[in-house]
């Protein structure tokens, strides 16, 4: 059975940084390319950066140069570093690894 597990959401001040996690277990995480995405209200669910296998990234416009993707394949563990958050990153983050999905983590910028 497959798990994604996020964790790291919570509120933070426009400027802030948040670290965003998400945990898998029955996958073969090393051989997935991962993907973290964004869904706020009332919109479709966009993605926000992914990374393959072999760790070549890619980054929504709106996000280059304040976030970071990387992974962990020892710890089948995946990452969002967030900085400078915006008003505008508010939304619930998932995590995809194959075609699975977590549950989502909730990040809120504001003040």
């Known amino acids: 059975q497959v798990q994604l597990v996020e964790s790291g959401g919570g509120l933070v001040q426009p400027g802030g940084s948040l670290r965003l996690s998400c945990a898998a277990s029955?996958?073969?995480?090393?051989?997935?390319?991962m993907g973290w995405y964004r869904q706020a209200p009332g919109k479709q669910r966009d993605v926000v950066a992914t990374i393959s296998s072999g760790g070549s990234t890619y980054y929504a416009d709106s996000v280059k140069g304040r976030f970071t993707i990387s992974r962990d394949n020892a710890k089948s563990t995946a990452f969002l570093q967030m900085n400078n958050l915006k008003p505008e990153d508010t939304a619930v983050y998932y995590c995809?690894?194959?075609?699975?999905w977590g549950q989502g983590t909730q990040v809120t910028v504001s003040s």
């Open positions: 029955g996958i073969v995480f090393h051989l997935n390319p």
């Open positions: 995809q690894v194959s075609y699975y």
